[in-house]
């Protein structure tokens, strides 16, 4: 059973920094592309950063330079750095993955359960 759990959200200032950590855990045979979403209080899920198996990384415009987001393939494990935290960005982040379970299967989306992240003075 494939799993992710989100750790790392918390109460920050504005302008404040958090890093957020996602970590897969069970047996699956590889992940093709990890992403972070979040979703505040009566809006859309929107995408943050995305980062594809090769390693390209996207991030939405609205955190270019604040945001920066890796992998550690080893650990399972993907990171959302973020910085010059501003008050609305108060959300529900998610990790996303794309896993394909076995290698005759294709590729299939996994959530996280979420971590609050509270931006406030």
């Known amino acids: 059973q494939v799993q992710l759990v989100e750790s790392g959200g918390g109460l920050v200032q504005p302008g404040g920094s958090l890093r957020l950590s996602c970590a897969a855990s069970g047996s699956f045979f590889i992940i093709n592309a990890m992403a972070w979403y979040r979703q505040a209080p009566g809006n859309q899920r929107e995408l943050v950063a995305s980062?594809?198996?090769?390693?390209?990384?996207n991030y939405a415009d609205s955190v270019k330079g604040r945001f920066t987001s890796y992998k550690d393939t080893a650990k399972k494990t993907v990171y959302l750095q973020m910085n010059s935290l501003q008050h609305e960005e108060t959300s529900v982040y998610y990790c996303?993955?794309?896993?394909?379970?076995?290698?005759?299967?294709?590729?299939?989306?996994?959530w996280g359960p979420g971590t609050q992240v509270t931006v406030s003075s």
């Open positions: 996303h993955e794309d896993i394909r379970l076995s290698d005759i299967t294709v590729a299939r989306s996994f």
């Open positions: 980062i594809t198996r090769g390693g390209s990384i």
